[in-house]
């Protein structure tokens, strides 16, 4: 056992376990990934991401979709959560998407946005349990296989770490930039700083940050309390963004999107309706000095 153990470690610490590959690793490592091709009729891929879950990166999506839709935009979005896809009911969008001529999907539309997810396909009673090479097989299907033609703007909400489906949409299409969401909590943002650096590492602009339930708004009074410290915006210093908007923590916000009534449907004179459309106009601002 000690045998096993002494030459497990030195060929642990031997030059080919090295973090820093040679360039001839590296170039090997090159030839199996994915030629990055532009999606046919869509403009601008925006991801919207956290590496944290339960931090609202769904409720952004879908709300920032719907507001640039209201603002005259081509807009689709994709669910990139494959294995817990909540475009489906956050949207009120639960059919089977037909197949045109040229076997693409026909993504299923509502508040002016043309919708695809896994939610779709499967039974939503029954739980997903696939390996890596299915789920990237699947969000080719939910990339290329869809007749998404034409959009001006792609939302790709995508699911919580910094894994596969990352790498697969960063590797596969342009990303034009990525909208980071967190909550204040300390441990919150500490792995959305990992899930910004690992876009930074792939050459994907950052867009902004959104602050989730960052406050709470006194029904009576209507002073602003602070639940959590105000860490976001060391975060955004450090990553050298701004803060798209800070959103109060709201029982309407979840109970719209529990009814697939996106605030910004709901209720047009919220809080939450005004500061989505700041994100939005910022978004497109990015997008005009970008292009």
Known sequence: MRFILRTFSSRWSSASYSTNPTQRQTEMMARGLPKQMHLDGVKDIVVVASGKGGVGKSTTSVNLA?????????????????????????????????????NLMIPLQNYGVKCISMGFLIDPNKPIIWRGPLVMSALQRLLRGVSWKPLDILIIDTPPG?????????????????????????????????????????????????????????????????????????LANDLGVDILASLPMDSQVSHCADSGVPIVVKSTNSTHHKCYENIANKLLDFLDKHQ
Not at 75 to 101: C, K
Not at 197 to 225: A, D, F, R
């Open 162 to 234: 910094t894994g596969d489906i990352h790498l697969s949409i960063a590797q596969n299409v342009p990303v034009s930039g990525t909208i980071l969401v967190s909550t204040p909590q300390t441990a919150a943002l500490n792995v959305t700083k990992r899930g910004a650096e690992m876009y930074q590492t792939l050459k994907v602009p950052l867009i902004g940050l959104v602050e989730n339930m960052s406050h709470v708004i006194c029904t009576n009074c209507k002073e602003k309390l602070q639940i959590y410290p105000k860490n976001t915006a060391e």
């Open 66 to 102: 719907v507001m640039l839709a209201q603002m005259g935009k081509r807009v689709g979005l994709l669910d990139g959560d494959v294995f817990g896809p909540s475009i489906p009911l956050m949207m009120n969008l639960n059919d089977t998407p037909l197949v045109d001529e040229n």
